[in-house]
């Protein structure tokens, strides 16, 4: 990797927001994911795991799929 590659990576990484972005999309299109194809997704409450069934997971839009 040359020097401007890495200028380049530096001012990603210290700017943030397209690394927030990107995982971001990577969350909502594995939750569609799931949902689509009828899985359950566990997340995070009140200091416990929960399990949400498929037809309980609210997405707003679809995500960008490649």
Not at 7 to 19: D, L, P, V
């Amino acid at each position: 990797m040359n020097e401007t590659n890495n200028q380049k990576i530096a001012e990603i990484f210290a700017e943030g927001n397209s690394i927030d972005q990107a995982l971001n999309q990577a969350v909502q299109k594995a939750v569609w994911k799931h949902k689509v194809l009828g899985n359950s997704i566990a997340v995070w409450r009140d200091g416990k795991v929960v399990w949400i069934p498929p037809e309980e997971i609210n997405l707003t839009e679809k995500p960008l799929i490649d």
